[in-house]
């Protein structure tokens, strides 16, 4: 302030010249597939659809403030369901759209459910995520009112189950000498872990970052893809997304399904050929059968004329 006031003039290229750049970018990673089969089997029954909407959408841990079940739609294609759609941010300036694969949907709508069996009122405007409660025992007078005066749980608490569950799992250990950060952070990772696995998959670039809540620069602009395409592009990463074996069963089975189609149409096709070929071969036969009869009429009436031609002579 003081070398502007007085229009002091400072070289600070020169100055930084001899400074060390600092990174621009965190050295931590992505958890790895089999880490994240880990944490969800953490024996909080909100842990596995945390970590599946988290690790298929990419969303920030700070959108579970903002996360009623309304904000979450399913997409169903010829009876299917194929993904579903998120309002992230909801009513807010930084509101944007996204997608969960359906192994996400099916895990929050199955906790939803619980919560609906245990006796909360499930509406529109219901938290996604909430408090526990005691279910070990039958609600009464004195529990009722836990079960159906649901807390949303913050960010901050969410932040803090997925870290104890990395403690709990054996993920998370203590830090070395020296080391100042673990390998993965404990929200963030999952951030990482859907970029990455996008990118394999083959997605836009740009669709990946407005998927994510990113600004694209200018493309902010004019980039105007419709749901449809983004939707369409994101389902390149669903196998990739999708974390559970039953993911991997499920895809065994339609592979199983269409070989077993593929191989009833071949059969059918061959069968189709095969009986052409009779029907060619018979209709020779017959053509063949009715050519010799013919033939052996002729034979008969010239056997026939010969002997009254023989017999003819005779009498001369």
Known sequence: ???????????????????PKGKRYADDRAPTADEIHRIIEYPDRRIKPIVYTMASSGIRVGAWDHLKWNHILPIIRDGRLIAAKINVYASDDDEYITFITPE??????????????????????????????????????????????????????????VE??????????????GK?????????GFRKWYKTQCEIAGMKPINIEKLMGHSVGISDS????????????????????????????QNQIKKIEEETRNNNANI?????????????????????????????????????????????????
Request: include cysteine; charged fraction near 30%; hydrophobic fraction near 40%.
């Open 104 to 161: 996400a949907y099916s895990s929050l709508e199955s906790w939803m459910k619980y919560r609906n069996a245990c006796g909360e009122q499930i509406t529109k405007d219901s938290w996604v995520m909430r408090d526990l409660w005691n279910a070990a025992k039958l609600p009464n007078k004195e529990e009722k009112g836990k079960i159906n005066q649901p807390i949303k749980l913050q960010s901050v608490g969410i932040r803090r189950l």
């Open 268 to 316: 059918k096709s061959q069968l189709y050929d095969k009986e052409q070929t009779i029907a060619i071969l018979t209709d020779g036969n017959r053509s063949s059968i009715d050519a010799i009869a013919a033939l052996s009429d002729q034979v008969m009436k010239l056997t026939a004329e010969i002997e009254m031609l023989k017999i003819g002579k005779n009498l001369l």
């Open 222 to 249: 004019y980039y105007r893809a419709t749901e449809s395409e983004l939707l369409d592009d994101y389902l390149k990463a669903v196998p990739a997304l999708t974390i559970g074996a039953e993911h991997g069963l």
């Open 164 to 177: 104890r569950t990395l403690w709990a799992q054996g993920i998370r250990t203590e830090l070395e000498p």
């Open 180 to 188: 100042r950060r673990h390998e993965f952070q404990t929200d963030h």
């Open 1 to 19: 302030m003081f070398c502007e006031v007085t229009d002091i003039v400072i070289q600070w290229k020169k100055i930084t010249r001899g400074i």
